[in-house]
């Protein structure tokens, strides 16, 4: 009985011991990892906050948010009511490194003037991605990008 139950034991370690290191190939391969951009679009002439201004400069809903590389769309978002956009990608369709590479961009494409007429109707808003730090989420690690600083192009 004594025999069995050590045997048992032996077998559970040796499960435990299998799934653990399935679990760090997970984790290599890139299966429990998730990309997570992010970031605020204001409703001024670059898309950034404006320092020290009397009044909050107000935020830009509703703007069509791109993820860009190489010059194809492969994300995209609206920001909320508060010019907050968020996309969660899959890092083993998409390689982190490229992401943060100047292959890669964040662009809005919705003119600014959607959200202030005073406000050009041309040209888009552009940043490149920055890692910001990885957070844990249960079994997952997640990736935090944010944009760099926005820039109006192509007006
Ligand atoms: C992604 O980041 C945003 C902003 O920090 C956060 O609200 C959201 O919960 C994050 N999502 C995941 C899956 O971590
Ligand atoms: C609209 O943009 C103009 C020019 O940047 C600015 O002076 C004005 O305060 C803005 N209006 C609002 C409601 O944010």
Redesign the pocket.
Same mark, same amino acid.
């Given at each position: 009985m004594y025999m069995a139950m050590g045997g048992l034991k032996c077998v559970a370690f040796l499960v435990m011991v299998a799934s653990a290191s399935q679990l760090a190939e997970a984790q290599v391969l890139g299966l429990l990892n998730l990309i997570n951009i992010s970031g605020l679009v204001s409703?001024?002439?670059n898309g950034n906050i404006i320092p020290n201004a009397a +009044?909050p400069?107000?935020p830009f809903p509703n703007a069509l948010v791109e993820v860009s590389c190489g010059g194809n769309v492969i994300s995209s978002a609206l920001t909320n009511g508060a010019g907050v956009f968020n996309m969660v990608l899959n890092p083993l369709q998409f390689l982190l490194n490229n992401l943060l590479s100047s292959n890669c961009n964040v662009r809005v494409v919705t003119p600014l003037s959607n959200?202030?007429? +005073?406000?050009p109707s041309t040209g888009i808003l552009q940043s490149p991605l920055q890692l910001i730090g990885t957070t844990a989420q249960g079994l997952f690690s997640v990736f935090n990008l944010v944009p760099v600083t926005f820039r109006l192009i192509g007006i």
């Open positions: 409703c001024s002439l +009044t400069t107000p959200c202030n007429a +005073t406000l």
